[in-house]
């Protein structure tokens, strides 16, 4: 239904302007403070070391927190839809955790239990492997954080979806891969590439948690948000608004990936077509 009366317009366009003023300027000033001294200065801050070692830990910390999560997710989604146990009431409660968790208390949290002086880091650290204050306490924070997206996508999706399809083809022989594969992946799939992209957003843009593991060791333990604070404080304005381009540049990469998913899902007819978890 199209606004009718002047109050309705006035709401459309109060909308339009807060939408501007809060999302749009600011991207936009983000990338031309980023081009604020010239395309050379632009790609000689893009060349710098420590801007390469943060891409690739970033990028690294995203390529393994997605799929890790993408099998979690459709593990717990498969235990809670499709098995009536005891405790599984608590299983979806727990999923939530990270949800309700300062990401701040939970790098606190891994630093305290994997760290050097615990147990367990010095029996990692005994056999020349450092969690903490290295890229796989990076790794595993952002694990964390972003465990719930996938998993709280699918739910929702599969309780609806039922099981009638899948009893139907164990009725015909299938085995539980080939239900699996033939079955419940093309009724998920675009939820499934919903939380993927989702998961993926989050684990590039992570600060809170990774800065408590990662030490902020420049060129080593550094990722894209945390260089841009150190570049800040260091007064490399230019440089922090470089970085904060690129992470930018990955979160409309993202948003374009998901409207193109939530387009084709909308005209597949899927029930995952909307699917609105939150995305932080």
């Not at 093309?186 to 593991?213: C, H, M, Q």
Request: aromatic share 10%; proline share 5%; with cysteine.
């Amino acid at each position: 239904m199209k606004p009718q009366s002047f109050k309705q317009w006035l709401l459309v366009a109060l909308a339009v302007i807060a939408a501007l003023l809060l999302l749009v300027l600011p991207l936009a000033l983000i990338f031309a403070r980023a081009l604020s001294g010239g395309w050379a200065m632009l790609v000689a801050n893009l060349h710098e070391p420590d801007m390469i070692a943060a891409i690739q830990l970033t990028l690294l910390a995203a390529v393994i927190t997605v799929p890790v999560n993408l099998v979690f997710g459709i593990l717990m989604a498969w235990c809670v839809t499709r098995y009536d146990f005891r405790g599984r009431k608590l299983l979806m409660t727990l999923i939530d955790i990270p949800y309700a968790t300062s990401p701040v208390v939970a790098g606190l949290c891994y630093l305290v239990v994997y760290g050097l002086e615990s147990a367990v880091g010095s029996w990692f650290y005994a056999r020349d492997m450092q969690l903490m204050f290295a890229w796989p306490g990076i790794v595993m924070v952002t694990i964390f954080v972003t465990s719930p997206f996938v998993a709280r996508i699918l739910i929702p999706l599969m309780q609806s979806l039922g099981t009638e399809e899948e009893h139907a083809a164990l009725t015909l022989g299938a085995t539980g891969w080939q239900i699996f594969r033939r079955v419940t992946l093309p009724n998920i799939k675009w939820g499934l590439i919903y939380g993927t992209v989702i998961t993926n957003a989050r684990a590039v843009g992570e600060f809170g948690a990774v800065s408590v593991v990662s030490g902020a060791i420049r060129g080593k333990t550094v990722t894209l948000p945390l260089l841009i604070e150190q570049l800040n404080d260091d007064y490399k304005t230019v440089g922090a608004f470089t970085a904060a381009a690129l992470l930018a540049c990955m979160a409309l990469l993202t948003l374009v990936i998901k409207t193109v998913m939530q387009w084709r899902g909308n005209r597949a007819g899927s029930p995952a077509a909307v699917p609105s978890g939150p995305t932080h």
